[in-house]
C-alpha cells in the first residue's frame, strides 16, 4: 500500500513540475512578446512618427511587428556551455534588456 502512495506522489510531483514549466514557458513568451510591442511602438513613435511623418504604431501593432521580426532571428542556446550562474544572468538580462533599451530611446526622446 506505501508503495503505491509513494509511486502517486512521485506522479503528482513530476505533473506538478511539467505543469510549472509550460506556464513559465507561456508566461515569459507572454512578457517578452508585450514588452518588446512595447518598446518596439514607443520608439517608433519617439522616432520614425516625427522624422518621417509617418502613421503612429499602436502597442498591438508593435506586439505583432516584435513577434514577426523575431521569427526570423535565431536565438541559439548551447546548454553545454551554460552553467547555473552563466544561466540566470542570460535570463536576467533578457528580461531587463528592453526595459533598458526603452529607457535610452526615451533619454534620447527628450533631447529632440
Known sequence: MTDDLST???????????L????L??????????????VTASL???????QFSLPSMSIPM??????F????????LNPEELD???ALGKILGIL????FILLMGWIVSLYL
Open 8 to 18: 502517486g506522489q512521485t506522479i503528482f510531483v513530476a505533473a506538478s513540475t511539467i
Open 20 to 23: 510549472g514549466i509550460i506556464l
Open 25 to 38: 514557458v507561456l508566461t515569459s513568451i507572454f512578457y517578452l512578446s508585450v514588452i518588446g510591442g512595447i
Open 44 to 50: 517608433w513613435n519617439w522616432f520614425i512618427v516625427k
Open 62 to 67: 508593435g506586439i505583432g511587428i516584435n513577434i
Open 69 to 76: 521580426i523575431n521569427k526570423f532571428i535565431p536565438q541559439p
Open 84 to 86: 547555473k550562474k552563466k
Open 96 to 99: 531587463i534588456t528592453p526595459w
